[in-house]
C-alpha cells in the first residue's frame, strides 16, 4: 500500500478527492490530516472504506503534529487545506496568510523533512486576476499572477513558496490552478450552494452588484480526478490550469437554480457588490488535457442537477450547519432578513 497525506479532506474538495481515490486506486492509503475549522466536515466523510482512510484531527499551521503523523517516505502530500472564502477574506484576511501560506511552509518543511515523494499544492485560477467583460481572453499557465482579494493574494503566496522549495531544494511540486467547484458537500456560503439552500428555504437570494460577474464553473468530480492526474502524470514543477469551459453569469446561474427547484425568480434580490469583485475568469486547460490526458467529464446541466438534487434531499447536512458556527457569520453578512434564522 502506498500512502498519501490528504490536508483539508474534511472539506468539500478534500472529501471529492478522497472518496475517488479510495473508490478507483486499491492500493492507496489515505491519512487526512484536517483541522475541522467551520468548513470541516466529519459527515463529509460518512461511508469511507476505513481500512484505507484514517483521519486526523491537526492544523497544518502546527509543524510537530505535522511530523508526527506525516509517515517517512509518503508517495505525495495534496494540499487542500485553506481559508478558502473570499469574502471572509475581506471581512479578516490573517487567518488567510496563516493558513493558506505560513501552513504551506510548514507543509513543504515536512515533506523535505520526510523524504515525501511529490508535493501537489492545490491553487485557484484566481491568483492570475480578472480578465475583461465580453473578451476572448482565457488564464494559461504563463498568465501573470495577479490576486486581486486576500484569498487569491494567500493561495498566490502559497504558490510562490511551492516554487521556491522547487528551486532552492529540488523539492519535487506540482501546482494546480482550478476554477470555480460545485457540487456535492460544498459549504452553503459559496454562491451554488447558498441560493440553493435559500430557495429552498424561500429566503431571497442575494446577487453581488450587477450580477454580471462570470466564473467558470467546473463539477467537483471533474477537478479531483485532474488532482490525481497531475499527481500520477504531471511533470516536476509543472503547473496545470483546470477548467471545464463553462463561463457562466452569476444571474444566469441564480435563475437555473430557481427554475430547478421551481421557484420564482422574484426571490432574487441585488445587493451590495463584493468591494474589489473580479469580473471574470475563464479557463483554458489545453495543458491539461495534453500532457495529462484529463478532460471534464460532467456536463453543466447533468452537474447542477445532481447538485439540486443533493442538497434537496440532505437539508439536514445544511441546516446543522447552519444552526452551528456559520449562524452568526450569515447574519453578520445578510442581515436578520432572512426567516429561517
Ligand atoms: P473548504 O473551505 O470546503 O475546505 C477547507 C478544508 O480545510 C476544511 O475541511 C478545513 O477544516 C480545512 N482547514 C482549514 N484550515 C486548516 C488548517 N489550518 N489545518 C488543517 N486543515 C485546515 O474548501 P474547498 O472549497 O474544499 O477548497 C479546497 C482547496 O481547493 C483550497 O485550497 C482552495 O483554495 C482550493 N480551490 C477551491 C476552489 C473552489 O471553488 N472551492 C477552486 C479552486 C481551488
Ligand atoms: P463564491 O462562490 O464566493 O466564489 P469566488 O468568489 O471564489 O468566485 O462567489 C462566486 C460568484 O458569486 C462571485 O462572483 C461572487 C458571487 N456571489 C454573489 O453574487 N452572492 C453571494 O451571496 C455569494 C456568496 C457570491
Redesign the pocket.
Known amino acids: 500500500m502506498k500512502k498519501i497525506f490528504v490536508?483539508?479532506?474534511?472539506?468539500?474538495?478534500?472529501?471529492a478527492f478522497i472518496r475517488l481515490v479510495l473508490e478507483e486506486t486499491p492500493d492507496i492509503e489515505i491519512i487526512n490530516?484536517?483541522?475541522?475549522?467551520?468548513?470541516?466536515?466529519l459527515e463529509n466523510l460518512q461511508g469511507l472504506d476505513a481500512t484505507r482512510h484514517r483521519f486526523v484531527k491537526?492544523?497544518?499551521?502546527d509543524k510537530e503534529t505535522v511530523l508526527r503523523n506525516l509517515p517517512e517516505e509518503t508517495e505525495a502530500i495534496f494540499?487542500?487545506?485553506?481559508?478558502?472564502?473570499v469574502d471572509r477574506s475581506i471581512s479578516s484576511a490573517s487567518e488567510f496568510v496563516?493558513?493558506?501560506v505560513l501552513?504551506t511552509q510548514i507543509l513543504l518543511d515536512a515533506a523535505r523533512a520526510k523524504n515525501v515523494v511529490r508535493f501537489v499544492q492545490?491553487?485557484?485560477?484566481?491568483v492570475m486576476g480578472s480578465l475583461p467583460e465580453d473578451d476572448a481572453a482565457v488564464f494559461n499557465e504563463s498568465s501573470p499572477l495577479k490576486p486581486n482579494s486576500p484569498?487569491a493574494a494567500s493561495?498566490a503566496a502559497a504558490e510562490h513558496f511551492v516554487r521556491a522549495a522547487r528551486e532552492t531544494f529540488g523539492t519535487d511540486t506540482v501546482i494546480t490552478?482550478?476554477?470555480?467547484?460545485?457540487g456535492q458537500r460544498?459549504?452553503p456560503e459559496?454562491l451554488i450552494p447558498l441560493m440553493i439552500a435559500n430557495a429552498l428555504n424561500d429566503e431571497s437570494l442575494p446577487v453581488y452588484g450587477d450580477g454580471r460577474n462570470v466564473r467558470d464553473w467546473i463539477f467537483v468530480e471533474d477537478?479531483a480526478r485532474a488532482v490525481w492526474l497531475a499527481y500520477a502524470k504531471g511533470k516536476a514543477g509543472g503547473i496545470y490550469n483546470i477548467g471545464a469551459k463553462n463561463e457562466r453569469r452569476n444571474i444566469e446561474v441564480v435563475k437555473a437554480i430557481l427554475d430547478a427547484l421551481g421557484k420564482p425568480h422574484s426571490l432574487i434580490k441585488f445587493v451590495a457588490d463584493r468591494p474589489g469583485h473580479d469580473r471574470r475568469y475563464a479557463i483554458d486547460a489545453a495543458l491539461a488535457g495534453n500532457e495529462l490526458g484529463w478532460k471534464p467529464q460532467t456536463r453543466w446541466e447533468e452537474g447542477l442537477r445532481k447538485t439540486v438534487n443533493w442538497y434537496r434531499e440532505n437539508q439536514d447536512w445544511v441546516n446543522r450547519i447552519r444552526n452551528g458556527a456559520y449562524r452568526d457569520y450569515y447574519r453578520e453578512m445578510y442581515g436578520a432578513g432572512l426567516k429561517s434564522l
Request: with cysteine; proline share 0%.
Open positions: 490536508t483539508g479532506g474534511a472539506g468539500f474538495i478534500g472529501s490530516y484536517d483541522a475541522l475549522t467551520y468548513a470541516g466536515n491537526g492544523d497544518i499551521c494540499n487542500f487545506a485553506a481559508e478558502s472564502h496563516t493558513t493558506n501552513g492545490i491553487s485557484t485560477d484566481e484569498y493561495k490552478r482550478c476554477g470555480n467547484n460545485y460544498q459549504f459559496k477537478h
